[in-house]
């Protein structure tokens, strides 16, 4: 193992503040409808890590995958406003679940829904930092999303996060985490696309990401998701320089939060640069 990567497996176990960004693919089936058991997994995962004295804000994606399963929709809308008013069912939907599982763990969740506008906004991102601090302290799990019913993410434009991977970068800036871990549909970055490409590689560790390693990830994996590997790799590049380190890994594997904590070698890590590396660009 080296330096570079012993740093940042010591900066994953110790890390006290964790956002964890789930993706549609995690949540739900193909076909809308929601996956309990990949759900109930990680409540019970987030959970535990609050008992053992961590901070967590979960960043969710699926209010329109959700909504297109609540409503037997054989496919995801086109029309805009059709978009707004699926993810508008769809959100009850997806928090309703949440809540229920969580209750079953004594934990109770709150709902935060955020637009671009709103973060880009010194005011307004300062009242969402001080919301999420008070939920925090009060052992309070933030469920974040993009309030897909102001502002349809499908769609991008300059009111827009685009995805909820570069939500979830933003989040974790917002609360000064430690840590992100993304939770994907695919297992880790590799070198090449791993769905066309039998022989793809797993790159392990990241210390820098260059024009390769973007131009080597695929696109969105699941019909209901918007986010590809591409925006996960920007997102953590994004946090690298913030000095926030992240993880990317399937979300569907069995204790899956529990091994990446323990600095378990899973997934792909990205390290970040040091505090006088930030300050000096």
Do not use: W
Request: aromatic share 2%; proline share 3%; charged share 25%.
């Amino acid at each position: 193992m080296g330096e570079e990567e012993r740093k940042g497996r010591h900066l994953i176990t110790e890390a006290k503040r964790v956002v964890v960004k789930v993706g549609t693919s995690t949540i739900t089936y193909e076909n809308g409808r929601m996956n309990m058991r990949n759900i109930d997994r990680l409540a019970r995962a987030i959970a535990d890590l609050m008992n053992s004295g961590r901070e967590v804000v979960l960043v969710t994606s699926g209010a329109i995958g959700v909504g297109v399963g609540c409503l037997d929709l054989p496919e995801r809308p086109s029309e805009m406003r059709d978009k707004q008013a699926v993810a508008a069912v769809g959100q009850c939907e997806l928090m309703n679940v949440y809540s229920r599982c969580f209750a079953e763990y004594s934990r109770v969740v709150a709902q935060i829904l955020l637009t671009k506008d709103g973060i880009d906004d010194p005011i307004t991102r300062e009242n969402i930092s001080n919301t999420m601090e008070a939920l925090i302290e009060k052992g309070i799990l933030p469920i974040v999303n993009e309030n897909d019913t102001v502002s349809t993410a499908e769609i991008p434009h300059a009111g827009t996060f685009g995805d909820n991977d570069t939500l979830s970068a933003l989040v974790a800036r917002v609360v000064d985490a430690d840590l992100l871990i993304i939770l994907s549909d695919i297992d880790a970055v590799y070198d090449s696309n791993p769905r066309v490409n039998p022989d793809a590689k797993r790159i392990s560790v990241v210390t820098e990401v260059d024009d390769a390693l973007i131009s080597g990830a695929g696109g969105a994996g699941s019909s209901l998701g918007t986010g590809g590997m591409q925006t996960k790799i920007t997102a953590m590049n994004m946090l690298m320089h913030h000095g926030i380190a992240g993880v990317i890994a399937e979300g569907s594997q069995s204790q899956i939060l529990e091994d990446i904590l323990d600095g378990e070698d899973i997934g792909t890590l990205f390290v970040p640069l040091t505090k006088d590396q930030v300050l000096d660009e």
